[in-house]
């Protein structure tokens, strides 16, 4: 162990350190360790510090998590006294606990009524790891044991487990071992890359309609539910066209097909509404939750069920063959309360909603709409994606576009913000509590990302 003169490792020692010991997520581990992983050692509000005193603003909530960005005194606190009174105690053995019961009295309170119960998890993976097994169950109750099929979307993102890889449509995930029987996809609403020549509502139909037909061809009485973020996150933050939402609903109730909505980023405000699901119009039968449930403090998620599922379980599904050790966890749960207390005693979801979230997107089409790099902007509250095109008029993409994007986000961080980039997009989605002057620190950091990328291809 190599340490500097200040008496803390050097950037090289912990370089050196980081690539004999972990691999990391979503990348070439041995490019990575060649470049040396940036070392983060500090965070206040949506400002990160790296080991050598660099700041970096957090376009990215992390990963899409800290509602309520970094160094929160009050969720700390709400984590050392639960430490402190009850650091662990499980939901086996007949037993229960104050702050779990308390946060699922705290949840149900900002949840629509036809939802009644959660079970509780670790993370988004594991959540829909819980959903295929509890959504088989509940048909096994019902009578309908052959409804196994889940269907999801080509692109979306349901996690990195191998249950949750093979319901997202990845499929340089499904490659590494990403797939499981009684799994089957539909294109994903993305009108820019695939509407040809049809308005944004006639393929938002199209895209819907397509849940139809795989219904049809797989049988409806095989088909136990469909799964799909709101707004694609990490395949590129895609909002689908206003046609989209109530068609998937009319086919999923025609065909009694459960509607589940990944609700891990699009949680706990984002768009300006406590769930992304109220954004856009829809009514889920299941919920699956995280990230935002404890601003990513402490890792804590949940499936949230509709009465109707719920009901079936409790008074006619016998034992229910599923649990977790931290499920439930009570220092988890004490930090989701202080969590969500503070999201609504400072009236962020409104917040979001009526002032940042219009002026995050105001601020964006202003700076970006005669870019010539880009061709759409989307977004809604403070969640938003820049399309890089080649062409706006034809909407043509750029056939390096990966790449285009990963040296946009590279030169992010140079200037000093943190986006992410996926496919062509580059998207962001800062912390709740951001202020006005956050955000022009942030679009302004963007363009100059954007900027020095269009004059390295000689568009700009």
Not at 150 to 172: D, E, P, V
Not at 195 to 218: H, N, T, V
């Amino acid at each position: 162990m190599q340490n500097s003169i200040n008496g803390q490792r050097s950037t090289q020692d912990y370089q050196q350190a980081d690539a004999a010991h972990h691999i990391h997520a979503f990348l070439d581990q041995k490019a990575l360790n060649a470049e040396g992983a940036r070392v983060i050692v500090r965070g206040d509000r949506l400002n990160l510090w790296d080991n050598e005193g660099k700041r970096y603003l957090d376009g990215m909530s992390g990963l899409w998590c800290t509602q309520l960005g970094y160094g929160r005194a009050d969720l700390a606190q709400a984590a050392a006294a639960q430490f402190a009174k009850l650091p662990y105690y499980n939901m086996f053995f007949h037993t229960t606990h104050p702050p779990v019961i308390e946060l699922s009295e705290l949840l149900f309170s900002l949840l629509p009524a036809h939802y009644s119960h959660v079970i509780y998890t670790n993370s988004g993976s594991e959540t829909n790891e819980v959903l295929i097994r509890t959504v088989r169950k509940f048909w096994q109750v019902e009578g309908k044991p052959d409804k196994k099929i889940m269907i999801g979307r080509w692109n979306g993102y349901h996690g990195s487990t191998l249950a949750a890889s093979a319901l997202g449509g990845m499929k340089f995930m499904h490659e590494m071992g990403g797939v499981i029987p009684d799994v089957a996809h539909i294109e994903e609403p993305y009108w820019y890359a695939k509407g040809g020549d049809l308005s944004p509502a006639e393929f938002g139909l199209q895209c819907a309609r397509q849940l139809e037909d795989k219904i049809l061809e797989l049988g409806a009485d095989r088909v136990a539910g469909f799964i799909a973020e709101p707004f694609q996150g990490a395949g590129g933050m895609i909002f689908p066209p206003e046609s989209y939402w109530p068609e998937i609903q009319r086919i999923c109730r025609k065909y009694d097909v459960l509607l589940c909505a990944d609700e891990v980023i699009g949680g706990f405000g984002r768009t300006g509404e406590w769930f992304a699901h109220q954004h856009f119009g829809f009514e889920p039968d299941t919920l699956s939750l995280a990230k935002g449930l404890t601003s990513g403090y402490v890792p804590m998620g949940g499936l949230v069920l509709s009465k109707r599922i719920a009901n079936a379980l409790v008074e006619r599904g016998g034992l229910f063959a599923h649990g977790l050790t931290y499920s439930g966890h009570p220092v988890a749960a004490a930090v989701a309360i202080a969590n969500i207390q503070a999201i609504q005693n400072e009236a962020l979801v409104p917040q979001v909603k009526n002032d940042s979230g219009p002026y995050l997107q105001s601020l964006l089409r202003e700076v970006f709409s005669q870019h010539p790099l880009v061709g759409e902007i989307q977004g809604a509250g403070l969640v938003a994606a820049l399309q890089f095109t080649e062409d706006k008029t034809t909407r043509k993409r750029f056939a390096n576009e990966n790449e285009l994007a990963w040296r946009c986000r590279t030169l992010g961080f140079e200037e000093g913000v943190i986006i992410r980039s996926t496919l062509g997009r580059m998207i962001m989605a800062p912390a709740l509590i951001a202020n006005r002057s956050e955000l022009e620190e942030l679009v302004e950091k963007t363009q100059k990302a954007v900027d020095r990328t269009a004059r390295e291809i000689g568009v700009l």
